[in-house]
């Protein structure tokens, strides 16, 4: 029998035994999971009167790892609470298996939100808007326990047909949607970032900047600037999601490893606090004009990182680099820039495409 089998149950039995004695819900949760790792019964009942007798062996893979969190998790939320003293031995096992300190909590934490209620997990994902309003129907037929814009609200494409004037009236429906709903994630692009930021503006602007209606867009940004931000991560049927506005390339991640330390999406977010930050968000490689290695999570493109993401043990979920009716989706990455939204599901693998029908 596989070692690291056996020592995700052992863990489970260790954990269950943290105050004192296992309880008849959590043996079925642990004989639940034992069953999925295909112990049988004997091995099972060995590891319950014996767990010192097996020598844990760490997961290899981000989808092991994540899954045998997720199953600590559940058992922790067996009486429907977090117990301190779990709490603790969960996230030491998280830093074991190669998860930065300073994200275990978080990370614990937003599975046990999702455990909770057995509300929808499902994430509703809305790439590049640009005052388009497809987003209005995908959150008006379904109810999704996360909506997510990838930002870039507004300067649409003129050939497109939609105003500015429209945009921004557009803009302001997303942020009262926003407003009325606790489930909403509102990303910055480059196309809010040059109104979000003078400094981002002085150093990167980016094109078809409404000036007339420049300071307008600055005062939304900065009335509503807690809805906003640059990144946002989940963990979902075992896989770690990193969303962002155009992802992280490798040569930008090197040039601002210093500044950033830890990549995750409060990392990514504390850029928007200093003027070095921001200057590092204004970063634009030569792929889309600039004079930089790497192009920012608000200005790379798709190019930069489609075939070598620099997160192995994260997926990455981005737009910003438009294509023409089929997004960019491997393994590593998906560019959604399609001008419709997506879904991730839980219990189903990979990002499926909304399709609704106007009535």
């Known amino acids: 029998m596989d070692n ?13 035994l943290a105050d004192g004695k296992a309880s008849e819900s ?11 790792e295909e112990l049988t019964q004997d091995e099972l009942n060995n590891l319950i009167e014996h767990p010192e007798s097996v020598h844990i062996e760490l997961p290899d893979n981000e989808e092991q790892k994540l899954r045998y969190i997720e199953d ?42 999702r455990l909770r209620g057995g509300a929808s997990h499902d994430i509703l994902i ?14 008006a037929r379904e109810e ?19 105003s500015n004037e429209t945009a921004l009236a557009n803009f302001r429906e997303v942020i009262d949607y926003a407003q009325a709903h ?21 150093q990167a602007m980016s094109s078809r900047y409404w000036l007339e209606k420049a300071p307008e867009l600055t005062e939304l940004f900065t009335q509503h600037q807690a809805l906003f931000r640059l990144a946002w991560e989940r963990t979902l049927n075992g896989h770690r999601y990193l969303f962002t506005h155009s ?12 500044l950033l330390g830890t990549v995750d999406a409060d990392h990514l977010n504390r850029l928007l606090d200093s003027d070095e930050g921001i200057l590092a968000l204004a970063q634009v490689s ?5 004079p930089d290695k790497g192009g920012s999570i608000v200005w790379g493109d798709v190019y930069e990182l489609l075939n070598n993401s620099p997160l192995p043990d994260i997926y990455q979920i981005f737009g910003h680099s438009q294509q023409r009716n089929v997004p960019l989706i491997n393994d590593r990455v998906a560019c959604l820039d399609v001008r419709r939204p997506f879904v991730l599901r839980q219990g189903q693998p990979g990002i499926e495409p909304v399709e609704y029908t106007l009535d």
């Open 182 to 202: 606790d489930n909403v994630v509102m990303l910055l692009g480059n196309h809010d970032m040059h109104y979000y930021s003078r400094v981002f503006r002085g």
């Open 4 to 16: 690291k089998r056996l020592g995700q149950v052992k863990n489970l039995i260790m954990l269950a």
């Open 286 to 290: 030569w792929m889309r004009g600039g």
């Open 144 to 162: 999704f326990g996360t909506v997510i814009f990838l930002g870039d609200y507004v300067d649409p494409y003129p050939r497109e047909g939609i």
């Open 72 to 113: 600590m998790v559940a058992l922790m939320m067996i009486d429907g609470d977090l117990d301190d003293k779990e709490l603790a031995m969960c996230k030491l096992y998280a830093i074991e298996l190669g998860y930065e300190s300073t994200i275990v909590e978080k990370m614990i934490l937003d599975i046990a939100d």
């Open 126 to 139: 809305l790439p590049d808007i640009h005052g388009r309003t497809f987003w209005k129907e995908a959150v």
């Open 26 to 36: 959590e043996l079925a949760l642990i004989a639940s999971v034992a069953s999925r």
């Open 247 to 258: 992802g992280v390339n490798e040569a930008w991640l090197n040039a601002n490893r210093d």
